[in-house]
């Protein structure tokens, strides 16, 4: 069973056009998180939500919009997708309480914008 | 500024021995530190925690110490294998009350059979 599911895997686009990326978790989790991995293999923490409420949003341009429809789901959409934007964008979860922050990532989806 | 400083280069070892990767921070004063392994293609994988006023833990083949005072992270793993050869991420919590970790960019381990 797949605890963390991210879709798609891959993600090729143009300039300027808008996608989404899927999040969903099983586990039971109440605090999901979005994270950006670039090409120097950098993870930084983009968005946090908890029960559906963000709780963090990093430094990240207003064309990132999360959306958390329950707590099991967390998806990413993005506007007017920039060369920079060119990533892998990993979805996790971690377990109630604020005492751990273990995290469990998902597969990664590997964006490229051409 | 902040800062988690992981080794950039490459660790090559022989399968059989130890491996001791090393992760020291500044300007943090974490509630904890983690592990993470990361394959190619792939989300990183929780190994292991320790907390501030912990000094080691351990974990099968792994061994993880930390030292405050020396604003540092060892990551040892015994009789290594082929298998372990992985990406290692640390991370830490800046204390801050979020518990949200910061991760370093990480060291990649090559065990040779």
């Known amino acids: 069973d797949t605890a963390v599911s991210q879709t798609p895997k891959y993600l090729v686009t143009q300039m300027g056009n808008d996608k989404s990326i899927k999040c969903e978790q099983n586990?039971?989790?109440?605090?999901m998180y979005w994270y950006k991995q670039d090409s120097k293999k950098f993870l930084k923490i983009m968005f946090s939500?908890?029960?559906?409420?963000?709780?963090i949003n990093e430094t990240v341009p207003n064309r990132f919009s999360p959306k958390s429809p329950d707590k099991a789901h967390l998806n990413l959409h993005i506007n007017s997708l920039e060369l920079g934007d060119s990533a892998v964008y990993f979805c996790a979860s971690s377990p109630p309480g604020t005492s751990l922050g273990e995290q469990f990532f998902g597969p990664g989806t590997r964006l490229t914008v051409l | 500024s902040q800062k988690i400083e992981q080794n950039s280069e490459a660790l090559n070892i022989q399968e059989g021995k130890t491996a001791t990767l090393t992760c020291n921070y500044t300007n943090y004063s974490p509630a904890y530190l983690q592990w993470y392994r990361q394959d190619p293609g792939r989300g990183p994988v929780f190994l292991l925690l320790?907390?501030?006023?912990?000094k080691e833990k351990r974990k099968e083949r792994l061994k993880v110490t930390f030292d405050t005072t020396l604003k540092q992270s060892l990551f040892h793993i015994t009789a290594s294998q082929p298998a372990d050869s992985a990406t290692y991420l640390c991370?830490?919590?800046?204390?801050?009350?979020?518990?949200?970790?910061?991760f370093g960019r990480g060291t990649s381990l090559i065990v040779h059979p």
């Open positions: 586990l039971g989790h109440d605090t």
């Open positions: 939500y908890n029960n559906k409420e963000l709780i």
């Open positions: 991370a830490l919590d800046d204390a801050g009350g979020s518990y949200i970790p910061t």
């Open positions: 320790i907390r501030e006023n912990e």
